[in-house]
């Protein structure tokens, strides 16, 4: 049985940072892809940042250069470090794992990230 569980999240004012991490279970091989997704309320959810291993790192144009994103590969591990958040970063924000890519993918519960202007 495949978990993501994810740590961090909570309240911050705007212009502040936040940590998130993500730790996967049930894999024991190195994960393909791993990311962060988030929903707002009354919104689709969307892509923030993803990490392929071995290929690519993909932000949201409205993250870029305040979001980054790292990996644990060892461990799989995904951490979000968030700096100059902004009242629009307020979301969900999931963990998303795709062990081998093109054969299914997984979601962690969410953790609430609030930005108070």
């Known amino acids: 049985q495949v978990q993501l569980v994810e740590s961090g999240g909570g309240l911050v004012q705007a212009g502040g940072s936040l940590s998130l991490s993500c730790v996967a279970s049930g894999i024991i091989f190195r994960i393909a892809r791993m990311g962060w997704y988030r929903q707002a309320s009354g919104k689709q959810r969307e892509l923030v940042a993803v990490?392929?291993?071995?290929?690519?790192?993909n932000y949201a144009d409205s993250v870029k250069g305040r979001f980054i994103i790292s990996r644990d590969n060892a461990k799989n591990t995904v951490d979000l470090q968030m700096n100059s958040l902004k009242p629009e970063d307020t979301a969900v924000y999931l963990c998303?794992?795709?062990?081998?890519?093109?054969?299914?993918?997984?979601w962690g519960q969410g953790t609430q990230v609030t930005v108070s202007s």
């Open positions: 998303y794992a795709e062990p081998r890519l093109g054969y299914g993918y997984y």
């Open positions: 990490d392929t291993y071995g290929g690519s790192t």
